[in-house]
């Protein structure tokens, strides 16, 4: 699946004294199995540059196209092709169990009772929960990390062909985090399923992006393979983004060495420069 | 965002006399043109009323489109009075639509109740549109206050109002997205028989109860981090005045209502 | 490598061992901000397993930055509401200024010495306006007017709200709303402020800036207890705590605790980047990246 946003705008609190353009003129596609990351200060658009690629909010302007068609054009996207987790997505939580909350998509979509089961148990296994211990548990009881992981089995047992995710480690500690983005890049490994992430922590989006879109004051301002824009310094604080620690630490080496270092994105990389920079400075 | 932004946008900045007069003199304003829209006896009171409505949304600047917004909600029950007027007996026959005959009583009549109804909602409007939420409360809860000699709470009154509409938009929000949260998880609300519709409000309805409770308890323990300790020994920080443009306001107000229910 | 000078006296190197001596700040001599004595917690309801705080020992002094770190669900919101007397202990005791919050009478004077700041901004804003919120403590503990309305000018600057003062809640961003709920607490001048997440909603950016404003509170005499998930916001703090299943199994400054992989990991937690690649490096632990690249 691709799609397709052309020339796509949205006014936040239309029709109010208030009333922002949140997204302004953007134009964007992702295409299938893609592994994409927005990122942007504050209030740069960036979650309503999602809810819009999710058909579920209509553009103001501009449309959206599915695999070349205009959605807005009586063409419904295929329901269930699509999967979009917002902020906080435990909010959302309703069921008694674990199990029905996660069966509600697949019941929505109508499958039957054995495919339902076994979406449930592939979406809890995804999301890293013991089907047999969680499954009954009822979901309000649960640690806030455990809530989260069941709202996006909630959204992976839909079997999106593209998944989208509003900031899906916020609020979470460090090992909850480290875990949810390993599983996604699995996820989208095995089965192909396309996935864009809305953050700001860049550390986590150099593990996480392939591809890297920088939004600032709704507009789209780099879309770039991630390495590329992650390593741009200038560029991101430009936008008021912070580089990842790497690339901090291989700027530093270069100020003191004097000697270019290229930027590392992966501590492995960030490890061989410190061992050379010591081993020049024991030499000297 | 847009069900939220309808209800939250009631609010018009700007600086003109409307905004700043005493919104206590504003809110008893209002109330006095409710009671009067129902006293006046006919077209020449009413039209005096208009026009003195009129005058007020110019002064204050506020846009068509909003005084639109404002009425669309009360379009059709202004409509259906007026239809179902229409065929009052009385006067010339102006028209006939089948076996039905429209008397120029039945328009008349119809047309002064329709407007009635207009004037109504407009009024409340332009006391929103003008009056900051903040004002609004304390002017409510100004007004409210000599029930603190009944040895009511007023202060906890008070507060229960500004909190009620300080969540209000904010729940409103919270809904909106709960809603799209769960639409992508292919729900459809509204849908299907009975029984499935109402089913289908239990998946908004439980996580927005969820929130609000969370929200409350929160705000319980925000509040008595920071103090609260219910009005004992309480400053009372914004003293409303009354200054000399509310006192010809209100003249203006008292001799408007008396020309209008005496014309 | 030179160490950075920790403004603490030295401790003992093994943080797993040390469990708080009542630590005392800057001035030996002084009474402890906060002290909590073999405090203990369970949530009344059913399925509560197991105690959100466990014999938990530890002394705040003024001008301290005691960071409390710890996976979801480790106790660290539980000891937050211990601070200021919101939840009481069942064993043990917490006292303020050698005010103990069991005591009914006390509480007043305890909320007014201990400012409170929790994870969501949006359900700590009590008041239609920015400005208003700010009043709302002020009002509370009965201030003049004139000096109230001094405290909110100077909230206001502070915090660079001047232009969104009559702004409401519900217009307001997530870091906007993150700012006036600090506005509304600092305000009220606390000698001990307690901070649950507070930097939650806002970007690595003005986290950091929000880190500076926190160290110049600190360097005048503010004592602050700082939940956070951060790992980098944690190594600048005078001392790091780490809880786990309610338990404090680490109290000591941050270059001890981090140099504890095993402690770290057995508490869902991670080192940060400077840490992890001194230990690599089989070099002293660094805390930052300056150390690091020397």
């Not at chain 1, 875990?179 to 996820?187: F, K």
């Not at chain 2, 007020?56 to 029950?77: D, G």
């Not at chain 2, 509409?165 to 729940?171: E, G, Q």
């Amino acid at each position: 699946m691709r799609i397709e946003l052309e020339n796509a705008g949205f006014v936040y609190q239309q029709g109010t004294a208030f009333e922002v353009p949140a997204v302004n003129g953007v134009s964007l596609v992702v295409g299938p199995g893609e592994r994409v990351g927005i990122a942007g200060p504050v209030g740069s658009g960036k979650s309503s540059l999602l809810a819009l690629m999710s058909g579920i909010v209509p553009p103001d302007s501009g449309r959206l196209l599915v695999d070349g068609r205009p959605v807005a054009g009586g063409t419904r996207i295929e329901r269930g092709s699509i999967g979009i987790a917002f902020q906080s997505p435990e909010n959302s939580l309703f069921e008694k169990t674990v199990y029905d909350d996660v069966a509600f998509a697949p019941r929505n979509l109508g499958v039957g009772r054995d495919e339902e089961r076994r979406r449930v148990m592939a979406a809890l296994a995804a999301v890293g929960l013991d089907r047999d211990q969680f499954g009954p548990r009822n979901p309000f009881s649960l640690s806030s990390g455990e809530q989260r992981r069941v709202a996006l089995a909630g959204v992976l047992a839909l079997e999106p062909r593209l998944l989208l995710l509003d900031e899906p480690t916020a609020f979470l500690d460090p090992a909850t985090r480290a875990d949810i983005i390993g599983r996604l890049v699995e996820l989208n490994r095995a089965h192909g399923m396309a996935m864009v992430i809305v953050g700001h922590d860049m550390d986590e989006l150099a593990v996480f992006a392939e591809r890297l879109v920088i939004m600032d004051s709704g507009r789209v301002v780099a879309d770039s393979p991630a390495r590329k824009l992650l390593t741009d310094v200038t560029l991101l604080e430009r936008h008021g983004l912070e580089p990842p620690g790497t690339v901090q630490l291989s700027r530093m080496i270069t100020q003191k060495t004097g000697q270019h270092v290229e930027p590392a994105l992966t501590e492995a990389e960030a490890l061989m420069q410190l061992k050379k920079l010591r081993e020049q400075g024991g030499s000297r | 965002m847009k069900l939220a932004g309808a209800v939250i946008g009631q609010y018009f900045p700007g600086a003109s006399v409307v905004h700043l007069l005493d919104p206590r003199m504003k809110i008893l304003a209002a109330f006095a043109y409710a009671v009067a829209l129902f006293l006046v006896g006919g077209y020449p009171g009413l039209i005096l009323m208009a026009a003195a409505l009129a005058a007020a949304v110019a002064v204050a600047r506020i846009p068509a489109r909003w005084l639109l917004r404002a009425i669309k909600p009360i379009v059709f029950l202004a409509g259906f009075t007026f239809i179902f007027q229409l065929f009052l007996r009385g006067g010339e026959v102006l028209a006939s639509i089948g076996p039905l005959d429209v008397y120029e009583e039945g328009v008349r009549h119809g047309a002064f109740l329709a407007a009635r109804l207009v004037l109504l909602v407009l009024s409340s409007a332009v006391l929103t549109f003008t009056t900051a939420p903040v004002l609004l409360t304390d002017g409510f809860s100004r007004l409210l206050s000599p029930l603190g000699k009944l040895r009511l709470p007023a202060y906890e009154l008070s507060l229960m109002m500004s909190i009620a509409l300080r969540f209000i938009p904010t729940l409103l929000m919270e809904l909106d997205r709960i809603i799209k949260a769960q639409k992508a998880r292919g729900a459809e609300p509204g849908r299907g028989g009975l029984v499935r519709r109402a089913r289908s409000v239990l998946p908004v309805m439980v996580p927005l109860f969820v929130l609000s409770f969370r929200h409350a308890d929160e705000l319980a323990l925000a509040m008595e981090s920071r103090c609260y300790r219910g009005g004992r020994g309480r400053t009372v920080r914004r003293r409303l005045k009354l200054r000399a443009r509310d006192a010809v306001f209100m003249v203006i107000v008292a001799v408007t209502i008396a020309a209008a229910l005496l014309v | 490598m030179q160490l950075e000078k920790s403004p603490l006296p030295a401790r003992p190197a093994s943080a797993r061992i040390l469990l708080s001596t009542p630590a005392t700040g800057n001035d030996p001599l002084s009474e402890p901000m906060i002290i909590f004595e073999d405090c203990s917690y369970r949530y009344p309801h059913a399925g509560a397993l197991r105690p959100a705080l466990d014999k938990v020992d530890l002394a705040i002094g003024t001008g301290e930055l005691v960071a409390v770190v710890g996976a979801n669900g480790s106790g660290k919101s539980t000891l937050a509401r211990m601070a200021n007397g919101l939840l009481l202990p069942d064993g043990g005791s917490v006292r303020v200024k050698g005010m103990s919050t069991a005591e009914p009478g006390n509480l007043d004077a305890i909320r007014e010495t201990v400012g409170m700041v929790f994870q969501n901004p949006e359900s700590q804003i009590v008041a239609n306006s920015v400005e208003d919120d700010i009043a709302f403590g002020l009002e509370n503990i009965g201030l003049p007017v004139a000096e109230i309305e001094e405290r909110i000018e100077e909230a206001l600057g502070v915090f660079g709200l001047e232009e969104l003062r009559g702004r409401e809640p519900h217009w307001l961003s997530g870091g906007q709303k993150q700012r006036t709920v600090l506005a509304g607490v600092m305000a009220l001048q606390p000698g001990l402020l307690v901070l649950d997440e507070p930097t939650s909603m806002l970007d690595p950016r003005s986290q950091r800036e929000f880190i500076d404003y926190i160290d110049s509170l600190r360097r005048d005499g503010t004592a602050i207890i700082y939940i956070t998930h951060i790992m980098r916001e944690a190594a600048t703090a005078d001392r790091v705590v780490v809880l786990s299943e309610g338990r404090v199994v680490a109290d000591a400054g941050p270059r001890e605790v981090f140099s504890d992989e095993g402690l770290l990991r057995s508490a869902g937690l991670d080192a940060p980047l400077p840490v992890r690649l001194s230990r690599a490096l089989d070099a002293p632990v660094a805390l930052t990246l300056e150390e690091l690249v020397g």
